[in-house]
Structures are given as C-alpha cells and as structure tokens.
C-alpha cells in the first residue's frame, strides 16, 4: 500500500532549535491547489513535536516553525490556517506513526507530482538543502517565507520560494533578482510589476499555476492577493516594518 505521508525531517528548527519535523502529505482536499484528492498538490506540514500546533501557537511556541510571521494567531493576525483541522491531525499521525520514513519511496512519488512548501509553517524553519533538493526533483512548486531577515536565514531558500511582504515599501527591500508575494489591503494599489494571484483572478489552482516558485521564473511578475476571510479586518499593514534589504 502506498503511504499516506512520508517524514522529510524531524530535528531542531532552523529558527529557535526547538524539535520540529515536515511531514509530507499524498492526497489533499484543498481545492484551491489542484484537484481534490490524490493528484493534488503534496502538502508539506512544518510542525513542533513536541506539542500540538494549536497549543503551541495559543502559548506562544509557533516561532519554531513560522518565526515572527505577522499574520500568525499570536501576533494577533490573519493567517487562514485552522491549526486544530488539518495540522492537528497531520501532528497526531506523526506521534500514531502512519507516515513512512522511506525517502526513496517519497523520491519517486514526487516525480511528476507538484509540491506545496509549507501547507503549515514557514519553509525556512527546515534545512534549505531538504526543499531544494525536492524542488528539484518536483514537477513544480510553490512556497513562502517571512523570514528573509531572520539571523539564521538560509538565503540559498530565495530560488525556491516566494519572499512574502506586506506592505509597498517592502517591496523596495526585496532583494535584486528574488520575487516575492504581497498581502495587500483592499485600498492599496497595485504597484509595478504585480500580477493578482491567478486563483482569486481567474480561478486557476496553484498546480495549473506555479507562479509562487521564488526565483525559478527570472523576471516573472511578483504576485499579490487582497486580504480577505473572517480575520481580513485585523490586517494593519501601516504597522509593519519593512524587512531588511
């Protein structure tokens, strides 16, 4: 039988050191990335071991796996992500042992699949040579990070994913030659050089898409979205500090 998820690591975080594992999922609901159920994108789940995700963001514990990301519950933000649904579960089949440790097997059943880094948690929190290793080997993929200033940022990261921003004057500070992804306020203008996120634009799934690959696309268009969801109206981007350049 096939496995359900593989574990790509488990070790300390690359951000705090505190015990983390990514555990890699086969089948996906999530209609917004591909098609439901097995073809859709593999998700990657970045979670603490050593307590369960909701816990951990209610306690102030998520740093270790999405640094000091605005939009998390404890920084009183807009992150979409239901953390006692789906990273629950994925964290109470990690301690169950249903996921596999073959990493060939994982190899081969990435080869023509599309790869999502981090479903949950900030690909950052994991070691770079992991992600771009499996980007490699991946048909395409999409990824984020908020951690482009964090001291232990892995900068070889920007060719595989997106550096996620929030205001325009971050905008300025994205590093020559990197892409990122913008959270924008629904008053907010478009700036130079943005494409909408196709999925809100014209209802393309990130598997049809794959514009969120980080640098792979050279001058392709850095890619924004308007807030939206039951927490939009927490989103204060005049709040926030432009990220280091």
């Excluded at 071991?49 to 209610?58: N, Q």
């Excluded at 980080?214 to 500090?241: C, E, L, M, W």
Aim: charged content about 20%; glycine content about 10%.
């Amino acid at each position: 039988m096939k496995s359900k998820g593989y574990i790509l690591y488990t070790g300390p975080s690359v951000l705090d050191g505190a015990p983390i594992a990514v555990i890699a999922t086969m089948a996906s609901n999530n209609v917004k990335t591909g098609p439901k159920g097995v073809r859709n994108m593999i998700q990657t789940w970045i979670i603490r071991t050593d307590i369960a995700p909701h816990i951990a963001a209610r306690d102030g514990l998520d740093s270790s796996v999405c640094g000091d990301c605005i939009h998390k519950p404890t920084n009183g933000g807009t992150c979409y992500v239901t953390l006692f649904q789906a990273p629950l579960q994925v964290y109470k089949g990690y301690h169950s042992g249903i996921y596999s440790h073959d990493l060939g097997a994982f190899e081969k059943a990435l080869e023509g699949r599309t790869l999502r880094i981090g479903a949950y948690g900030d690909g950052a929190a994991a070691p770079a040579d992991m992600w771009l290793k499996y980007a490699a080997i991946a048909l395409g993929h999409t990824g984020y990070t908020h951690q482009i200033d964090h001291p232990n940022f892995d900068r070889r990261l920007l060719d595989v994913l997106m550096v996620s921003i929030d205001t325009e004057k971050q905008a300025l500070s994205v590093p020559t030659g990197s892409r990122y992804f913008r959270v924008k306020a629904p008053l907010d203008p478009v700036l130079a050089g943005e494409v909408e996120c196709l999925s809100d634009s014209v209802g393309k799934t990130c598997a049809e898409c794959l514009l969120c690959d980080g640098a792979q696309r050279g001058k392709g268009k850095n890619v924004y979205i308007t807030v939206h969801g039951s927490r939009a109206s927490k989103f204060n981007p005049s709040d926030i500090i432009a990220i280091a350049a």
